[in-house]
């Protein structure tokens, strides 16, 4: 069964997966993508399916995905993780609406951590004041994850304020399979039907067409494009003229 996806970098019908080796002791081990919760993996050990939130948690911190076990993997013990529908950014509900962070300047401290990371890297979904004073992107402050660094460090009692503009950072990357409809896809098939005549070759099809995007049947024979016809324009040319009273049918898939 094939899949659709939308969005960038996508899975192309395959779920990703990822294998871990336990060494007995640990418990934490980092994931290759970012999950949302952890029913969004399927996980085997040595075999056996476990289960979401009373064998393994999963969850992300500051854009890594990790895996917690609620006990340590035994010493080479095998752990397969499937991705059931990989999502590049985690979403979240409360990264759909503002949130504000505020801080209290000491006169010595640079770095500040906010009670979650911007959905954007970049500074251009985050606003912050000092003292009522924009600060700028890059010259005054960076951001990494959920921290703050000022350049300088704000004055003492200096209010600080960090506003997180709304903005969802879901990113869908794949569709479900049998969830889009051909009709929101726009698809249409039609056929058109044409009568031999013992000498005519070439027959009017509808515009849009090439030999990759028509089925063609010959008393009810699949022709082979290009080897028993050919299309240029809105024109069909048989290599051979169809038999008097030979049904030609012509299925359009949609372009």
Known sequence: MESSYLGASPAYGIFQRQVIIGDGSTTTFDLDYQVSSSTQILVSLDGV????????SAYTTAGQGTINFSEPVDANGRVFITYM????LVPTQALSSPHSDSFTGDGST?????????????????????NSTFQIYGTDYTTSGETIFFTTAPTSAAVITAIQLAESNNTIDTVQDNSITAAKLSLSYTTTIHTGDGSTAVFTIES?????????????????PTTDYTIANNQLTFTFAPINSANIMIRYLPV
């Open 208 to 224: 849009g067409h090439d030999v990759n995007s028509v089925l063609v049947f010959y008393n009810g024979i699949c022709m082979v």
């Open 49 to 56: 399916i476990q289960e979401p939130e009373y064998s393994y």
């Open 85 to 88: 529908g990989r999502q590049l």
């Open 110 to 130: 640079t770095n500040f951590t906010m009670t979650r990371p911007p959905s954007v890297g970049n500074g251009t979904n985050i606003i912050v004041f000092v």
